[in-house]
T-cell receptor
Framework: GQQVMQIPQYQHVQEGEDFTTYCNSS?????IQWYKQRPGGHPVFLIQ???SGEVKKQKRLTFQFGEAKKNSSLHITATQTTDVGTYFC??????????WGAGTKLIIKP | EPEVTQTPSHQVTQMGQEVILRCVPI?????FYWYRQILGQKVEFLVS????????KSEIFDDQFSVERPDGSNFTLKIRSTKLEDSAMYFC???????????FGPGTRLLVL
């Protein structure tokens, strides 16, 4: 079945540095969704990308969907303490099931 | 803003006991979901529910699990005879239509001893 791989598992950054997480799949994805989960919280939907090569921005967050629709990235510019959490990519498969990546935990170094 | 609610927030149970986790989806949503997240791991799809029946379920959702919409507002997940490995955070979610954004509840943390 469809699988979504996500790296890295953790990323430690100084406040103000950038952060990037990557997702990829061996099969073409019809869509990619991104969620943020704060520590102890629940996943919160951020965005969905559906078009090849699509780029969307939300303030300091930039989301990209690859030309082949097999990979995606989330980039945060100049991280802040409020960005702390785990960022998940997920894709809805042909059975309408959301298949999730393993998540990347953003940790801000003190 | 409307939100999905879940009760209880935490549940501790003995192995072999039955548990029922409750969810109130957003009122005009038609699709309901249960997900599981074992501590520190990825979110896993369990089941989706539409029009009073299961529309999709994963391999995790075996005969020990069942879902029900007992009235017009609640959506429940029952685990018939809990196992240690059922310990996890269980999230309910709902969406207006099948391909639309899913909104997650705060979760129920289940601990099986």
């Amino acid at each position: 079945g469809q699988q979504v791989m996500q790296i890295p598992q953790y990323q430690h950054v100084q406040e103000g540095e950038d952060f990037t997480t990557y997702c990829n799949s061996s099969t073409t994805l019809s869509n990619i969704q991104w969620y943020k989960q704060r520590p102890g919280g629940h996943p919160v939907f951020l965005i969905q990308l559906v078009k090849s090569g699509e780029v969307k921005k939300q303030k300091r967050l930039t989301f990209q969907f690859g030309e082949a629709k097999k990979n995606s990235s989330l980039h945060i510019t100049a991280t802040q303490t409020t960005d702390v959490g785990t960022y998940f990519c997920a894709s809805m498969d042909s059975n309408y099931q959301l298949i999730w990546g393993a998540g990347t935990k953003l940790i801000i170094k003190p | 803003e409307p939100e999905v609610t879940q009760t209880p927030s935490h549940q501790v149970t003995q192995m072999g006991q039955e548990v029922i986790l409750r969810c109130v989806p957003i009122s005009n949503h038609l699709y309901f979901y249960w997900y599981r997240q074992i501590l520190g791991q990825k979110v896993e799809f369990l089941v989706s529910f539409y029009n009073n029946e299961i529309s999709e379920k994963s391999e995790i959702f075996d005969d020990q699990f069942s879902v029900e919409r007992p009235d017009g507002s609640n959506f429940t997940l029952k685990i018939r005879s809990t196992k240690l490995e059922d310990s996890a955070m269980y999230f309910c979610a709902s969406s207006r239509l099948r391909r639309e954004t899913q909104y997650f509840g705060p979760g129920t943390r289940l601990l099986v001893l």
